[in-house]
């Protein structure tokens, strides 16, 4: 039926494969700088140096998000500095999210992991430590990114990690909330850092990823008389 159909969908990276990507990541910012490199060498006058920079471009502070906190690609794009609230404690976004922004039209609190604070900060001081604006501004327009921003970067990393050609950059969403689900968290929780309200999705759509619950329940029961 459909929602086995969309289950199957709903898939997960071994962890081997995710260390993988993140490597990936790595190695396509070392292309991208030896490219810039053989461009200075041939001709200095149209190629920025970027040796300095810890970003050679959008796409490793993107992709970390993507991975570390589940985003859909809307609100990555349109994610703003003052979405971002970073103190000597804690680190969040708090953004009211693209995709339910009729129906919950208030922020959604989301934690950001420590790793991916750290990148976002070095990013923020690489943009000149703007206190608004957009994270990820088109570097010829200004604006907003296109959907297809990611494209070029994704398909590149999919293929020198070895993961499946036909994996979508959602994928990286799916693989969150599987591995949270595997993990043990309540789905209460779960659902809070996908930015749903209830478990209803979770429950329907990635539960079958939470078994040991129901073989625990029933070995239990079982051995009651024991």
Known sequence: DESTAQQAKRTYLPLDQQKSFLKSIDNYDKLLRTQ???IRYHDQSHAPDLSELAFVSHHKPMLLIHYYMGLRGGDVRTLDWAHIIQTPTSANISKVLEKTKRKIPSPTVLPIPEQLNEALKKWKVQQGNPSSGLVFPSLTTGRLLSKKCLRDSWIWIKKDAGLHEDLDLYAL??????WLIM???PLSV??????HQST???EEYYGHLCPSFTKEASTGFSNLLN
């Open 36 to 38: 810039e490199k053989y």
């Open 200 to 202: 209803r999705m979770i």
């Open 173 to 178: 969403r799916h693989n969150f909330i599987s």
């Open 190 to 195: 779960v659902a809070q850092l996908a930015g």
């Open 183 to 185: 993990n043990g968290e």
